[in-house]
């Protein structure tokens, strides 16, 4: 899969819900660190946004909102300074109150955008929370599942990222 996008260019699901967006940025001097390569904290940062942008226009509910809750990120090549890049983001499963966010960061010269070449790969969790309640985390999405591979691995991850936010409750 290294080198090829995982999504088609669609950004709707069956049901009219906006299931993928994409994002373009530039790496200007000063987001680097002393070998020229964007910062991890970007990295997240751009991952973080773009997952709880695509997961707020999935919902497209008044009175709800989506709130990105943890991201697994893995480097695979660097994006260094004078690169572009670009951000594509798709919904691969959704469960009673989590929205799960495949991402693929893309870099390259600016010039040539077919020649872009993956540079990280990540996993966001998002929940949607009543903003007119008390934050609550609500339970009643609608499930939804893409028929891709990388989805049963999300699944796993959710029960990971379950099992281990009940170890910490629980050791408090």
């Known amino acids: 899969m290294l080198g090829q996008s995982l999504f088609p260019n669609s950004v709707r699901n069956n049901a009219g819900r906006i299931v993928q967006s994409e994002g373009s940025f530039i790496l ?3 987001a680097e660190n002393g070998l020229r390569i964007m910062f991890g904290g970007k990295i997240l940062k751009s991952m973080d946004e773009v997952s709880g942008y695509l997961a707020n226009l999935y919902i497209a509910t008044p009175g709800l909102a989506s709130v990105h809750s943890s991201v697994l990120v893995l480097f695979l090549k660097p994006i260094r300074s004078g690169e572009a890049g670009k951000v ?4 691969i499963l959704v469960t009673e109150k989590i929205i799960c966010v495949y991402m693929e960061m893309w870099g390259g010269h600016l010039n040539q955008p077919d020649k872009f ?3 990280y ?3 966001g ?6 903003k007119n309640g008390d934050g609550e985390m ?3 999405l609608e499930p939804y599942r893409e028929e891709a591979e990388i989805t ?3 699944e796993k991850l959710i ?3 379950r099992s281990l936010r009940r170890m910490i409750l629980n050791a408090q």
């Open 28 to 30: 200007f001097p000063g």
């Open 88 to 91: 594509i983001a798709r919904i």
């Open 117 to 119: 070449t993956l540079r």
């Open 121 to 123: 790969v990540g996993v």
């Open 125 to 130: 969790f998002c929940v949607v929370s009543d």
């Open 138 to 140: 609500i339970k009643t």
């Open 152 to 154: 049963e691995y999300a």
């Open 159 to 161: 029960e990971l990222v």
